[in-house]
């Protein structure tokens, strides 16, 4: 299907892994359900976004191999141009094994698709499916949240001078984080990104550029012809096919993966961890491209690394803790979730503004002084599709929303659910305040604003908050070797930021102190396990 059958290099890269790659072909070889023997691993990492990505580069840096266990596919850039679907072209690639998108109308077939709608109860949340992870799908925004909704948000856990000085800055490298130049700016494909910022201007509020995970000179590329139009035409939520984006496949991972100490396996999911004396086993299903589980892979594993996001992570958790596969689990793990604030706002009626809607999100709004009601990001949200001439602009509103969406385990289903009480004050709340900013912005040309939803997030926060369910380096209380290094961290907000930045540089705080603390020093374990 799409012409993207995988190869057995693509599945499984990393020659330091060399036993794990060994069983698991021969697993792929026999195409049989039942369970593997278990294969005995030192650090298998789960997830391969941010925080999964940067805690392989980390370990491979200190000479440490891991196994990274991610439950979509490879998405290589082809000079075809064509890797992912596109608004105008949808098919099965959007969508994590759905027949449907919340971003088209169209029924789309069965394929591991790299985006995942998940329905909640009280609102719909989305997750990043793929190598990469949220990497693949998110507006590359790489924004440091300020020192004043920081602390609002974190202060408590984390110091923010120790983010500035450090760890902040770290993220911002590794990813390779700059601003939008002026001839990319000032280019007609960003007549929107103009608009808004100009918007901004006059309705009071501060608006700047903001770091974006976006190699520019494709993006110059797309305009002059060399590569296929993607950022420029606000292609981002599916993927960027022409390669613009910074995704940490082919940036940090890719990294790591060069080290020859680390193995990325794909197409395969974790259904449960469970302690066995000094180890957990791991168990795994391997899907092939139409869902079906074709291989239970099983590891024994010495260290676990989750950092499968926010869902990916503290549903693993829930259902281990409910199932007594984790039973000496913190009460606390599968609270203090929350939307970030998550506000999609369109308003209409403008001068013509939109020639190509060009992205992803570079201009950011602030609007945290002069709010009656609290303070509010807005990041410019092109709008791919909009007609020309409808002098339309729409926006992704952040703000300090609480975090009390829990996350439940039903016994006769087996599944867990998070709810999120959307109509509760506290969280509508969040909606006013983002009325009043939308209101001032359509206001300055006498727009009209189109609809205010909070009816879907972006950025899934929270389940497994730091240093309550764990320690400050995202140890699990009760479980030994056993870690959390993900948006699952963070309780509900970034101080009003889109995450990504926020969630790299504590992914690198938790893995760089365990590194520091020894936490996987090869004293530590059996001599049969120095290497994967």
């Given amino acids: 299907m799409y012409g993207r059958t995988l190869s057995r290099r693509t599945l499984l890269v990393g020659a330091g892994a060399t036993a794990a790659l060994t069983a698991l072909s021969s697993i792929s070889s026999s195409r049989s359900t039942a369970a593997a023997p278990a294969e005995p691993v030192d650090v298998l990492i789960v997830g391969s976004g941010y925080a999964g990505a940067i805690a392989a580069f980390r370990l491979a840096e200190a000479g440490i191999n891991s196994v990274v266990v991610e439950r979509g596919r490879r998405w290589p850039i082809r000079p075809t141009g064509d890797t992912f679907a596109t608004p105008e072209n949808p098919d099965g690639r959007a969508a994590w094994l759905s027949t449907t998108s919340p971003f088209t109308p169209e029924p789309l077939d069965i394929y591991p698709g790299v985006l995942e709608a998940y329905q909640a109860d009280g609102v719909m949340a989305l997750a990043g499916a793929g190598v990469g992870g949220g990497s693949l799908v998110n507006s590359a925004v790489m924004m440091q949240p300020s020192r004043e909704l920081f602390n609002l948000t974190l202060g408590r856990l984390l110091d923010y001078d120790e983010m500035d000085d450090v760890w902040f800055p770290r993220a911002r490298n590794l990813i390779g984080a700059t601003p939008m130049p002026d001839d990319v700016y000032n280019s007609s494909y960003y007549r929107a990104a103009r608009g808004f910022y100009d918007a901004a201007q006059r309705a009071g509020l501060d608006p700047i550029r903001v770091d974006m995970a976006l190699d520019w000179d494709v993006v110059r590329g797309e305009m002059t012809g060399r590569y296929v139009q993607s950022a420029v035409l606000g292609h981002s939520t599916w993927g960027m096919n022409s390669g613009a984006k910074r995704s940490v496949d082919r940036t940090i991972l890719a990294a790591a993966e060069a080290t020859r100490r680390v193995a990325v396996v794909t197409l395969t999911r974790v259904v449960s961890i469970v302690q066995q004396r000094d180890r957990y086993l ?23 690394i989750l950092a499968a996001g926010s869902l990916g992570t503290t549903k693993l958790l829930v259902r281990a803790r409910a199932r007594r596969e984790l039973p000496l689990l913190s009460p606390r793990v599968g609270t203090a979730w929350c939307t970030n604030g998550d506000t999609v706002a369109m308003w209409s009626g403008m001068p013509d503004n939109n020639p190509g809607q060009g992205g992803p999100s570079g201009i950011i709004a602030r609007d945290w002084v002069n709010n009656p009601i609290g303070p509010v990001t807005g990041l410019n949200f092109p709008w791919p599709g909009m007609p020309a001439g409808t002098g339309a602009l729409a926006g992704l509103f952040l703000g300090l929303a609480p975090a009390v969406g829990r996350f439940s385990y039903n016994h006769a289903t087996d599944e867990v659910r998070l709810t999120w009480p959307a109509s509760a004050p506290a ?27 909070p009816e879907r997030t972006s950025h899934p926060l929270g389940g497994v908050p730091l240093g309550i369910a764990t320690d400050l380096l995202g140890r699990l209380r009760g479980y030994p070797n056993l870690y959390v290094i993900d948006s699952a961290l963070i309780p509900g907000s970034t101080g009003g930021a889109p995450p990504a930045l926020t969630v790299a540089a504590l992914a690198d705080r938790c893995v760089t102190g365990l590194l520091e603390a020894d936490a996987f020093s090869p004293s530590r374990r059996p001599a049969s396990l120095a290497t994967v």
């Fill in 282 to 304: 791991v168990s795994c299903e391997r899907i092939n491209e139409s869902g079906t589980v074709v291989a239970r892979p099983t590891f024994s594993a010495r260290h676990v």
């Fill in 427 to 453: 969280v509508t709340q969040v909606v006013d305040a983002v009325t009043d900013t939308v209101g001032r912005f359509a206001a300055v040309d006498g727009a009209t604003p189109q609809f205010i939803t």
